[in-house]
């Protein structure tokens, strides 16, 4: 779907070799949701809110982009266990075998440690960047 309308120089090409290689590592923005209101960033004020559609992520597991074992996907956004299907696009990580770590603010820290417990994430990693109420530097 979305992969096709990419344009075809997004393909990774290894110079050594001259064929396509896939990913080392992507970032998955999933969501702008968030509950930290970081001076930094602001991407609590964006509006609408958007998710990524779990079927888009599953068309780029399935994609030559990325290869399972070797690409190493970074689940973020906003705060991405804000994303009403957090817990879905976790399990085809793991479904897909792909390598992959959290990255969050730790403010939902019940659904965090519920999520990292669950799922087993071996990385996880906290921005310690803002709060729930705007940080004036």
Known sequence: MILKKLPHPLRVINFITCRPTPLL????????????????????????????????VENLFKSKLLKP???????????F???PKCCEI???????GFNFHLLSNGLASDKLIKIVRLFKVK????????GPKPIRW
């Open 90 to 96: 976790i399990s085809m990580c793991k479904e897909y």
């Open 25 to 56: 590592s992507i970032g998955l923005f999933a969501t702008n949701r968030c509950n930290s209101k970081c001076k930094i960033c602001g991407i609590w004020r964006s509006e609408p809110k958007v998710d990524l559609e779990p079927e888009i």
């Open 81 to 83: 266990i804000l994303h």
């Open 123 to 130: 990385k996880l990693f906290l921005s310690l960047d803002g």
């Open 69 to 79: 074992g070797y690409t190493t996907i970074a689940l973020t956004g906003g705060e």
